[in-house]
């Protein structure tokens, strides 16, 4: 397979599969725990009849207790879910008017929020389906009581008694600022370490221009519309391979596409239907942005944060001093990496995708220019950008030192007309 910067570069971070996307769905994981219950309370009264007998007595109840159990066990579930259900809401409704709308994905996409959803309704169903299995004396089949499947319902309650206490403390957590953009960090850190290359790692030094000849054919998107959110280089590497060509992209992860917008220029002969259609199904497209291939969404995210902390209706420098904490983290990572090649050569080193890595200078005013303009007013925050830059210039390589200070003057500079006024 061909690779761009040896290890490292696009190619590296492959989109999600159907079967990825599908599981990351809020309702994927608690509607697999809900059918796989059903299931069970299906299954297991069944093989408590034929094992009557044989089995210690794990119940001692009659029917009458066995069905008085279960009834109430699905009615506390059902009232407890409920419960739950509102206190996510109100959780994300906090969230989303205190951070930033686009935080509330790390709140949808916790595990423990999803199987907490799923234990209970699972324990609803499991009771329910069981409670149908249980008969008594006056009934006209032999009284059964499934001792087995009643035992394992009690237990789902005590399962779903920890998985509340665990929820609980998962939400107090998860509302508070510093556990917010400390999760976005780590997720944008590790996908700077596995798209950027380190300095042992050479960019190939290639170069490329658009020849004359063919004329180029522009793919536009198709019916679709939204946030790019993932690029298929591996599609579009084997497609410009197929007929000998080029494929220059014309947008880039996070960027907003209508309908029959220019996606990529196609350079080369014999390029047909098949290879238009190819093309086009490898920018998957969302109507919400995501950080899947784009580390400067999770910059976006802290910056939003920084913004309403600064916003005169809050008025917290300090929690905007913390996501600049967090984005000196993000930027020193990048800053001792190299910028990815905009190339995506075949076996023979061949250039045959032209992409847009995002650079440094692009994540430097994307996390320092909003900040330093709603924060100029403040004590804390100026001191606090230029601090970080003079820090990120100590581990940052060559190539990245003029871009720091750039930034650096042009931050003095806004000081200074800030004084004068």
């Known amino acids: 397979m061909s690779t761009i910067n040896g290890e490292h570069g696009a190619l590296s971070v492959a989109p999600d599969s159907w079967w990825v996307r599908l599981w990351r769905r809020f309702w994927a994981l608690p509607l697999a725990i809900i059918l796989g219950a059903g299931a069970l309370g299906l299954w297991l009264p ?135 953009i400390s999760q976005v960090g780590d997720t944008t850190v590790r996908l700077i370490e596995s798209m950027y290359p380190t300095p042992e790692d050479s960019n190939p030094r290639v170069t490329w221009e658009p020849p004359n000849e063919p004329p180029p054919t522009l793919v536009s998107s198709d019916k679709r519309h939204g946030v790019v959110n993932q690029i298929n280089y591996g599609w579009l590497l084997s497609a410009a391979i197929k007929y000998e060509g080029v494929i220059r992209l014309e947008v880039r992860n996070g960027r907003y596409i209508t309908e029959g917008q220019p996606l990529a220029t196609v350079y080369g002969r014999g390029f047909d239907d098949s290879d238009r259609r190819a093309v086009q199904r490898s920018f998957t497209m969302s109507s919400e942005r995501g950080i899947q291939q784009d580390p400067s969404f999770g910059v976006r995210q802290i910056v939003d944060v920084a913004d309403r902390a600064l916003s005169p209706g809050v008025n917290d420098p300090t929690t905007a001093v913390q996501c600049i904490d967090e984005l000196q983290r993000i930027l020193d990572k990048m800053v001792r990496r190299r910028v990815p090649s905009p190339y995506l050569l075949d076996d023979k080193g061949i250039v045959r995708v032209v992409y847009q890595p995002v650079t440094v200078a692009e994540m430097l005013d994307l996390a320092v220019d909003e900040i330093a303009h709603w ?39 806004l000081g200074t007309e800030r004084s004068d006024e």
């Open 46 to 180: 069944l093989l408590d009849e034929k094992l009557l007998g044989l089995l210690p007595n794990v119940f001692g109840g009659g029917a009458d207790g066995a069905r008085g159990l279960l009834s109430t066990i699905a009615s506390a579930m059902i009232s407890v879910t409920g419960l739950v259900f509102s206190i996510t809401m109100i959780v994300l409704q906090l969230a989303s008017s205190q951070f930033s709308p686009r935080v509330l994905g790390g709140f949808l996409e916790s595990r423990l929020t999803q199987a907490t959803f799923g234990v209970f309704a699972a324990t609803f169903v499991f009771s329910l389906t069981v409670l149908r299995s249980v008969r008594g004396a006056d009934d006209q089949d032999a009284a059964f009581v499934p001792q087995v499947s009643v035992a394992l319902a009690f237990l789902l309650v005590v399962v779903s008694v920890l998985l509340l206490l665990s929820f609980i403390q998962h939400i107090t957590q998860q509302i508070q600022v510093q556990q917010i």
């Open 375 to 413: 924060g100029a007013s403040s004590i804390q925050v100026p001191r606090r950008l230029l601090i970080m830059l003079d820090d990120l210039m100590i581990n940052a390589l060559t190539e990245h030192i003029g871009v720091l200070r750039a930034k650096r003057e042009e931050m003095d500079h």
